[in-house]
């Protein structure tokens, strides 16, 4: 089952937990969820947290990360480094979690696109990703940071 939304990891673990145990209560036959999340909202979790949640069924996320370099992480506020990338993908390698990592062609802009697309490889290659997938933006003069 995947649970749908932006970002249903946002939820903080004890809901997300009542979720597991309402879904297991009137969909006993799931036994496995994916769901998409930030890497922020993967910090906001302990390993033991997440090891709990593991045990009710959350075996993948899809991680929106878009880029692994740093100044373009900033540029568009993601809020994050690509170091905290690889701290939280590997508090999801330590409980078994599976994830995918996002990288978004043309975040970087003009000015960025290759050590975006360098640095993400770099960031990208040093996790454990099931899959990296990508999707494409464009950025138009005057677009606000903070977009994504």
Same mark, same amino acid.
């Given at each position: 089952?995947? %649970?749908?939304?932006?970002?249903?990891?946002?939820?903080?673990?004890?809901?997300?937990?009542?979720?597991?145990?309402? =879904?297991?209560?009137?969909?006993?036959? =799931?036994?496995?969820?994916?769901?998409?999340?930030?890497?922020?909202?993967?910090?906001?979790?302990?390993?033991?947290?997440?090891?709990?949640?593991?045990?009710? $069924?959350?075996?993948?996320?899809?991680?929106?990360?878009?880029?692994?370099?740093?100044?373009? %992480?900033?540029?568009?506020?993601?809020?994050?480094?690509?170091?905290?990338?690889?701290?939280?993908?590997?508090? %999801?390698?330590?409980?078994?979690?599976?994830?995918? %990592?996002?990288?978004?062609?043309?975040?970087? $802009? /003009?000015?960025?696109?290759?050590?975006?697309?360098?640095?993400?490889?770099?960031?990208?290659?040093? /996790?454990?990703?099931?899959?990296? $997938?990508?999707?494409?933006?464009?950025?138009?003069?005057?677009?606000? /940071?903070?977009?994504?």
């Amino acid at each position: 089952m995947q %649970l749908l939304s932006a970002d249903p990891f946002v939820l903080s673990f004890e809901k997300l937990n009542d979720i597991c145990d309402l =879904i297991h209560k009137y969909l006993p036959k =799931i036994e496995i969820m994916t769901m998409a999340a930030r890497v922020d909202n993967i910090a906001d979790k302990s390993v033991e947290e997440l090891k709990i949640l593991k045990k009710k $069924g959350i075996v993948e996320v899809n991680i929106g990360a878009e880029s692994g370099d740093d100044e373009t %992480l900033k540029s568009v506020n993601k809020g994050y480094t690509g170091h905290d990338i690889l701290e939280q993908c590997a508090k %999801l390698d330590e409980v078994g979690i599976e994830y995918w %990592l996002t990288f978004l062609n043309g975040v970087g $802009g /003009a000015d960025y696109t290759k050590n975006h697309a360098i640095n993400s490889a770099k960031i990208f290659s040093e /996790a454990n990703p099931t899959v990296v $997938g990508t999707g494409g933006l464009v950025l138009f003069e005057g677009t606000a /940071a903070g977009i994504i």
